[in-house]
């Protein structure tokens, strides 16, 4: 079975500065691995996908991620925080039949001007 | 290009109603999902489908009916809504099966049971 732990439930960065947040998971088997991003009222966006090619995975808006399986870790950052980053961010692990989503509890960033 | 679309987005009802949820995609998608996402609790699966015709409960499918008689429609309904179902509920297609493939969510419907 699958799960995801998001370390953090909310992280508050200034404009200009880095942001990280945290993600362990567990799968029985070989994961993919999602960042999905929620802003207010509206859909979830893909942010960016691990499918056990290259380890660092680039997404969209200058966000990145590393997959680290001896740390179960699939933590997202992005160098500099702009205030249209504020929102809610999802980690998810994918795997069995029918493609099922599991998805963490969130992390609401928070961008101080 | 209109990809998924649900209605209605707001909707208040009463305590023993039945309430439908409509999702459609414009994809041609074979896989769609019902999401229910409540504070504290991210998203949790109430049911899914890999075609017309066939679907499968999720982690949370208890109080609510699905069906899907056409490709691109995949309603939800409450058959008798309770205040514990008060949630936001996406939908969501993804194109194949398999680990690799990215879900596409549609907007979501708020829902407020009193």
């Known amino acids: 079975a699958q799960s995801v732990t998001q370390l953090d ?6 404009e200009g500065t880095p942001v990280l947040l945290r993600c362990n998971y567990s799968s029985s088997y070989s994961p993919s691995l999602f960042w999905y991003v929620q802003h207010p009222n509206k859909g979830l966006q893909l942010l960016l996908k691990y499918t056990s090619a290259a380890t660092l995975v680039k997404g969209i808006n200058g966000f990145e991620a590393e997959f680290k399986k001896s740390e179960t870790s699939f933590h997202l950052t992005k160098p500099s925080a702009h205030m249209s980053d504020a929102a809610e961010y999802f980690c998810v692990v994918s795997g069995g039949y029918g493609n099922k989503l599991v998805f963490g509890a969130g992390t609401i960033l928070r961008v101080k001007s | 290009d209109a990809g998924i679309t649900q209605s209605p987005r707001y909707k208040i009802t009463e305590t023993g109603r039945q309430v439908t949820l409509m999702c459609h995609q414009t994809w041609s998608h074979s896989y769609m999902f019902w999401y229910r996402q409540d504070l504290g609790h991210g998203l949790r699966l109430i049911y899914y ?15 609510y009916v699905v069906s899907r008689s056409k490709t691109e429609n995949f309603p939800l309904t409450l058959e008798s809504a309770t205040r514990s179902q008060t949630s936001v509920y996406f939908c969501a297609s993804s194109e194949e099966p398999g680990l690799q493939e990215t879900q596409y969510f549609g907007p979501g419907t708020r829902l407020l049971v009193l």
């Open chain 1, 9 to 14: 439930s909310h992280v508050s960065v200034s």
């Open chain 2, 49 to 63: 489908s890999a075609a017309a015709d066939i679907t499968d409960k999720g982690e949370v499918p208890d109080g």
